[in-house]
């Protein structure tokens, strides 16, 4: 499987113990417009891949529909393959002095059927929607709200970066082009 691009570490990470591991999965899906379905995030005003981490019990394929379920309301899926991967360097999300080696692998992916979201936790905080929207315009967005208060959160440096990495890596491979549409 492809590296998307090279290792991220997180702007003034210090690690003073056993450093993690964290696996999550992401999807890319793309309609007959060219555009990519995102998860928004209201609270941070950005776009991500839809996707999360993938608990001890579970396959990745398993991982990846849960997290679709939730995100997108996606009720019938296929999971076409392996695109590639990134790997971070970064603190937890909550804030704790905590660091994890977080890989994440992107699939792409069809949904055939769409339901009802069934957010949870995180999800109903930051107030996340899909949205069908061009690669481009999700770039720049990300790009333009990336030094702000809110993605300089000790665990939120990366975010960003890892998602216009793949973005930037998606459109130089023009893989959008050999993505099947949903």
Same mark, same amino acid.
């Given at each position: 499987?492809?590296?998307?691009?090279?290792?991220?570490?997180?702007?003034?990470?210090?690690?003073?113990?056993?450093?993690?591991?964290?696996?999550?999965?992401?999807?890319?899906?793309?309609?007959?417009?060219?555009?990519?379905?995102?998860?928004?995030?209201?609270?941070?005003?950005?776009f991500t891949f839809p996707g999360g981490g993938v608990m001890p019990d579970e396959?990745?394929?398993?991982?990846? %529909?849960? @997290?679709?379920?939730?995100?997108? !309301?996606?009720?019938?899926?296929? +999971?076409?393959?392996?695109?590639?991967?990134? =790997?971070?360097?970064?603190?937890g999300v909550k804030g704790s002095d905590n660091v994890y080696m977080q890989t994440?692998?992107?699939?792409?992916?069809?949904?055939l059927e769409f339901g009802k979201q069934d957010l949870q936790g995180r999800e109903?905080?930051?107030?996340?929607?899909?949205?069908?929207?061009?690669?481009?315009?999700?770039?720049?967005?990300?790009?333009?709200?990336? %030094?702000? @208060?809110?993605?300089?959160?000790? !665990?939120?440096?990366?975010?960003? +970066?890892?998602?216009?990495?793949?973005?930037? =890596?998606?459109?130089?491979?023009?893989?959008?082009?050999?993505?099947?549409?949903?």
């Amino acid at each position: 499987m492809i590296p998307l691009g090279p290792l991220i570490v997180e702007e003034g990470l210090v690690s003073k113990g056993e450093i993690k591991t964290r696996k999550t999965v992401r999807a890319i899906i793309k309609n007959e417009h060219e555009e990519i379905l995102m998860v928004y995030a209201k609270t941070f005003d950005d776009f991500t891949f839809p996707g999360g981490g993938v608990m001890p019990d579970e396959s990745d394929h398993e991982a990846l %529909k849960r @997290e679709l379920k939730e995100e997108l !309301g996606a009720t019938k899926i296929q +999971i076409l393959n392996a695109c590639g991967t990134t =790997k971070e360097m970064r603190y937890g999300v909550k804030g704790s002095d905590n660091v994890y080696m977080q890989t994440s692998t992107y699939y792409i992916c069809e949904v055939l059927e769409f339901g009802k979201q069934d957010l949870q936790g995180r999800e109903l905080l930051h107030g996340i929607e899909p949205k069908w929207v061009k690669i481009e315009d999700a770039i720049h967005h990300n790009a333009s709200v990336i %030094k702000d @208060e809110k993605h300089q959160i000790k !665990g939120l440096k990366t975010v960003l +970066i890892r998602e216009n990495m793949v973005l930037n =890596k998606l459109k130089e491979l023009a893989l959008c082009e050999n993505l099947k549409s949903s």
